[in-house]
Structure formats: C-alpha cells, structure tokens
C-alpha cells in the first residue's frame, strides 16, 4: 500500500482544514486508515482512524483532543480518506501523517499498528 497525503497549511486559530491522504495498493484491499500527527518536539500520536465495517459503514475513533472538531470520511472507490478539521488550536500544528494497515488486531482502530506509511504534511495553527 502506499499513501499519498497532501493539504496542508497555514490556518489561523479557529479556522478549518482538511487533510487528505490517497492509498493505492493491491484491487480489493480496503485497508484500515489513520492519521497521526506530531508537533515540534513531541512524539508522534494517532489522531483519528476509520474502518469499513460493511459496503456503506464504517467505525471511526478520535482521541480526545480532537472530538467534535475533527470528522474524518471515507471513499472506498478511490481508497481516499479525508481528515476536516475544525475550530484548529495551536496545539493541532504538526506534521500529519496518514498510515495504513491490512489488520484490524483490535477492535479500536487507535490501538492497532500500522504498517504503511506516507509522506506527512505540515498543519500550522498560528496568528
């Protein structure tokens, strides 16, 4: 699988985003996605991750930080995942990375490993 993220940027505090990430990888596979991000000198977490549970269906976690500012979607044809972020803090600037895994070892995505990874894209939240 590879992942391809773009849409990246500069924001203002309270502004809105979307990050996308394209997966390409062998016909059929519907992976399992996420995203991470990693600020300037902190470690890397997961943000958000989205599963197919069905044609139409899917389980979709956030941590904490993120809820009810951060939607993540999905479209199966194109194996595109898009991560809108709203009411952006300071403390969203980072390097987002989307990742990829063919195994769903638990059943949150946010604790699963991931096993293929793209090129991070830089979210700056500033004034």
């Known amino acids: 699988v590879q992942l391809q993220a773009s849409g990246g940027g500069l924001v203002q505090p309270g502004g809105s985003l979307t990050v996308s990430c394209a997966a390409t990888g062998h016909p059929g596979e519907t992976p399992v996605i996420a995203w991470f991000r990693q600020a300037p000198g902190l470690s890397r977490e997961v943000v958000s991750c989205?599963?197919?549970?069905?044609?139409?269906?899917?389980?979709?976690q956030f941590v904490d930080s993120v809820k009810d500012r951060f939607y993540i979607s999905r479209d199966n044809v194109h194996n595109a995942v898009a991560l809108q972020m709203f009411r952006l803090k300071p403390e969203d600037t980072g390097v987002y990375t989307c990742?990829?895994?063919?195994?769903?070892?638990?059943?949150?995505?946010?604790?699963?490993?991931?096993?293929?990874w793209g090129r991070g894209t830089l979210v700056t939240v500033s004034s």
């Open positions: 989205i599963v197919s549970t069905g044609p139409a269906t899917y389980n979709m």
């Open positions: 990742a990829a895994t063919n195994y769903m070892t638990d059943t949150n995505c946010l604790r699963i490993s991931y096993h293929y």
